[in-house]
């Protein structure tokens, strides 16, 4: 079975200090096409899911610049530069490359200090 | 304003069926693919199932295929999930959800309607 492995599980950040979450799968995400199919997800408290970053480092519409995304293979990184209240919640990353199945991390759930 | 709305949720017993619907608009439902996305109570996200845009397409995932069936109605836009022999671990919110095409991100979601499974 494909397996998306986030870390940490957890993390307490004081406001305006830089966060990282890594997310490592158990196979390559980089398809045929050049493309790398790697998603981040926020789902805040009570909300549905928001996509943050889409194919590895593209920050999807009205997300802060604040928000970054790298990586490549197998191996990926969303990183926050400076951390903000209205951040907090559960990140996932998601993987779309082994149809019909997406995959999602088990999730890192940020919290503010 | 693109929205989806989803219904259907509430208790129902082992073994029991419940169809769940997921109401669309602001935008052109008959080009998106449709998906079901469920969340158990302080656990993560699982994808569950998919159709494509005309919904001559379906998947499944291995934990719901032979008890669920997803299905669309363009003309109404409307996407439905018939759940049918609900078990304990079917307990979850269900999240609609739309891609631009197989393979793409959820870029909209619903807020989700609550089915909990218990006797």
């Known amino acids: 079975d494909f397996v998306l492995t986030q870390t940490p599980l957890s993390l307490s950040v004081t406001p305006g200090q830089p966060a990282s979450i890594s997310c490592k799968s158990s196979q390559s995400l980089l398809h045929s096409d050049g493309k790398t199919y790697l998603y981040w997800y926020l789902q805040k408290p009570g909300q549905s899911p928001q996509l943050l970053i889409y194919e590895v480092s593209n920050r999807f519409s009205g997300v802060p610049d604040r928000f970054s995304g790298s990586g490549s293979g197998t191996d990926f990184t969303l990183k926050i530069s400076r951390v903000e209240a209205e951040d907090v919640g559960v990140y996932y990353c998601m993987q779309t490359i082994q149809l019909p199945s997406y995959t999602f991390g088990q999730g890192t759930k940020l919290e503010i200090k | 304003e693109v929205q989806l709305v989803e219904s259907g949720g509430g208790l129902v017993q082992p073994g029991g069926s419940l169809r769940l619907s997921c109401a669309a608009s602001?935008?052109?439902?008959?080009?998106?693919?449709m998906h079901w996305v469920r969340q158990a109570p302080g656990k993560g996200l699982v994808w569950v199932s998919r159709i494509n845009s005309d919904g001559s397409s379906t998947n499944y995932a291995d934990s719901v295929k032979g008890r669920f069936t997803i299905s669309r109605d363009n003309a109404k836009n409307t996407l439905y999930l018939q759940m049918n022999s609900l078990r304990a671990e079917d307990t979850a919110v269900y999240y609609c959800?739309?891609?631009?095409?197989?393979?793409?991100?959820?870029?909209?979601w619903g807020q989700g309607t609550l089915v909990t499974v218990s006797s």
């Open positions: 959800a739309r891609t631009q095409y197989s393979g793409s991100y959820f870029d909209c």
């Open positions: 602001g935008f052109t439902f008959s080009s998106y693919w």
